[in-house]
């Protein structure tokens, strides 16, 4: 059986392009192949170019090859292929995603702190997806330091930095921490497991501000954390796990502690038996509009 790339979408920007690039490094450390896509559909926010005689659709179908060429260039060795498909994005996104370990697309900076511009392809193919999806900010660029001198080659080498997996105690999902965990072994990268809470307003305002009242709450949550990890430690002993309960907002604590880390993981609920159309959940929202590193939303059941 064929392994399932990592796949990409491009649009020609410069977030798709550091999309690529993580990709790339991501692909490179799973031992996985790369695949990179574009979709035609004729789109009034396109990056094609407005000038000489190039069409659009002439244009999409070079983006992923030239983006394909600069990358075996910097990662040889690396199995790359390429697509153009033809359609809605988010549609032909989802495709590519169930074919995929999973996908990433660029997003783009509103600036170093601002958070993600979300666009609408983005969230409608999050939402709909069941496959992973990573949401890679416009500056996350290579470090190309960790390269020989004059090699013009990149290492996929893990950075140091820690991968944070946000988990809702109340219904742990495994495929949010199968995938935390994984992302962690990969890079040889610590686990910063977060879980926050917010007590009702009523408790906050008696006895919630009780540092004794807080220490207990935090501790149960210690206890319930380490009890639902314990499994999951077992399968992974490599993996350094660092477990950090809390009391406050949970798209706050993650988005703090993406400013340090190489990856953050969140799960959304893809119930399909409820009614309307899917949605990506509010912390998950936040977390993609306010973290700066690359975000990989989960579905899980």
Not at 21 to 34: N, Q, Y
Not at 230 to 256: M, N, T
Request: net charge negative; glycine share 10%.
């Amino acid at each position: 059986m064929m392994p399932r790339p990592v796949t990409v979408g491009l649009n020609g920007s410069p977030a798709s392009l550091a999309a690529a690039d993580w990709g790339a490094r991501e692909a490179s450390l799973r031992d996985l192949p790369l695949r990179l896509v574009s979709v035609w559909e004729w789109q009034p926010f396109s990056y094609a170019p407005l000038a000489g005689t190039e069409r659009p659709e002439q244009w999409s179908q070079r983006l992923p090859e030239e983006t394909a060429t600069e990358l075996r260039r910097r990662f040889p060795g690396l199995d790359i292929t390429t697509d153009r498909l033809t359609g809605p994005p988010p549609e032909m996104l989802c495709r590519a995603a169930k074919e995929s370990e999973l996908l990433a697309l660029g997003s783009a900076g509103l600036g170093p702190v601002a958070g993600f511009l979300m666009g609408s392809v983005a969230m409608a193919t999050i939402a709909h997806t069941e496959r992973p999806v990573v949401l890679v900010r416009a500056d996350e660029q290579a470090d190309d330091a960790s390269a020989p001198a004059g090699s013009g080659e990149t290492r996929p080498d893990a950075d140091g930095r820690a991968v944070v997996l946000g988990i809702d105690l109340s219904s742990p999902s495994d495929e949010v921490i199968g995938f935390g965990f994984e992302a962690a072994a990969a890079r040889s990268a610590t686990l910063r497991v977060i879980n926050g809470w917010n007590p009702p307003p009523h408790v906050m305002h008696g006895i919630g501000g009780d540092p004794h009242w807080r220490a207990e709450a935090t501790a149960r949550a210690a206890e319930t954390m380490r009890s639902v990890l314990a499994p999951w430690c077992e399968r992974h002993p490599a993996v350094a796990v660092v477990e950090e309960p809390g009391i406050g907002r949970p798209a706050r604590l993650l988005s703090e502690a993406g400013a340090e880390a190489g990856l953050v993981v969140i799960g959304r609920r893809a119930n399909p038996r409820r009614p309307g159309p899917p949605r990506i959940g509010h912390v998950a929202h936040a977390v993609l509009h306010h973290c700066p590193a690359p975000v990989a939303v989960v579905p899980s059941a």
